[in-house]
């Protein structure tokens, strides 16, 4: 089979690799029909952090399932599946309190796993996988585009969203104008959030902001940043913020820009091994957030949002490309002139 390969940072390249097998009793192979790049993927792309060489790469996907393990009972060869990067057991702790992205259980055994490749050995099948009714072939290009979505991006922006328990009603601060973001509008929207302040200094990406449910695009940063949404909210601040980033400056506007009382909503991947939280403490902020619960928001809101066409998050996707162009789809991404790099199998 054909897989995306990280060979060394700013180069990626496809290599036939052998056809993954079942290894363990509660995997699944999955035959993937799309996948796609993550802000995530750049950091070790960029050499910013460290990732071995000549590796398989990936970590979203959608795809039909080709065989499964003895103790895998809940999707059978056949089903359509969203195949998320969480791994969920479905019975620990964390798992049975919705946050299977810290699953209690679960740890990555066996050969390694790309999601940007034709096949993939999934692991904790039983649980983890989520069912989409019929077939790819059943869906429009646009619906596979919002079920690839529903993997990770537009589930971390939805954890980001309860994660700041955000209301109907409320004025919502996004920090990222990523896919994640982005999501974190779209998803701001799906509970009702009366106003959207998207922090976004990129024309397009501010488009698709305001198409998702933005009502205010604030370009500036830092200081400025903050000065700017007070005059929003008349001196109030947010009533939470979803923080989509990770990086320094995001972090430090999200804890200034929210209401006494409210909560920030953390899932950019911090880039800072310490923070201060004394801010928060001193103005009473909630901070709140992590690794997404990907299948509990796909199962309990996200698919069925996508399947009435209530959301659209596959906008995102604003270049495709083949697993013969994965460099192109990495360097569209690191050059931003994608939002999101779609893969096509």
Not at 91 to 98: D, Q, T
Not at 184 to 206: P, Q, T
Not at 233 to 253: I, K, M, R, W, Y
Request: charged share 20%; with cysteine; aromatic share 6%.
């Amino acid at each position: 089979m054909k897989a995306a390969i990280f060979v060394k940072p700013g180069q990626m390249e496809a290599r036939e690799l052998p056809q993954p097998v079942v290894e363990f009793p509660t995997d699944a192979v999955i035959k993937i029909v799309r996948a796609c790049v993550c802000g995530s993927d750049l950091w070790w792309y960029r050499g910013l952090s460290k990732r071995p060489a000549n590796e398989p790469v990936g970590h979203e996907a959608i795809g039909v399932v080709e065989s499964v393990g003895a103790a895998v009972t809940a999707v059978k060869p056949g089903d359509f599946v969203i195949v998320p990067f969480t791994h969920g057991c479905g019975h620990c702790a964390a798992c049975l309190a919705g946050f299977e992205g810290n699953c209690l259980t679960f740890h990555h055994q066996g050969s390694p796993v790309g999601y940007q490749a034709e096949y993939l050995r999934y692991e904790n099948a039983d649980w983890s996988l989520v069912k989409v009714p019929g077939q790819p072939e059943d869906y429009t290009d646009a619906q596979l585009n919002d079920l690839l979505a529903l993997s990770d991006v537009m589930a971390t922006g939805y954890h980001a969203a309860v994660s700041a328990e955000v209301h109907a009603g409320d004025t919502v601060v996004v920090m990222g104008d990523g896919a994640v973001g982005l999501s974190g509008v779209l998803s701001a929207k799906l509970l009702g959030a009366k106003r959207i302040i998207a922090m976004s200094r990129h024309e397009d990406r501010a488009q698709l902001a305001r198409e998702f449910g933005a009502t205010d695009v604030v370009p500036e940063r830092g200081d400025l940043a903050v000065q700017r949404v007070m005059e929003l909210t008349a001196g109030a601040g947010a009533d939470a913020v979803l923080e989509c980033v990770g990086n320094e400056q995001s972090v430090a506007t999200a804890v200034q820009v929210g209401r006494p009382g409210s909560v920030v909503g953390r899932v950019g991947i911090p880039q800072k091994p310490e923070m201060n939280t004394n801010a928060l403490f001193w103005r009473n902020i909630g901070l709140r957030g992590g690794i997404a619960s990907v299948t509990t928001h796909d199962r309990d809101v996200l698919l069925q949002a996508v399947l009435n066409g209530q959301i659209h998050p596959g906008k995102v996707f604003t270049q495709r490309f083949d697993l013969d162009h994965i460099q192109d789809a990495y360097a569209a991404m690191d050059q931003r002139t994608a939002i999101k790099s779609l893969i096509i199998m």
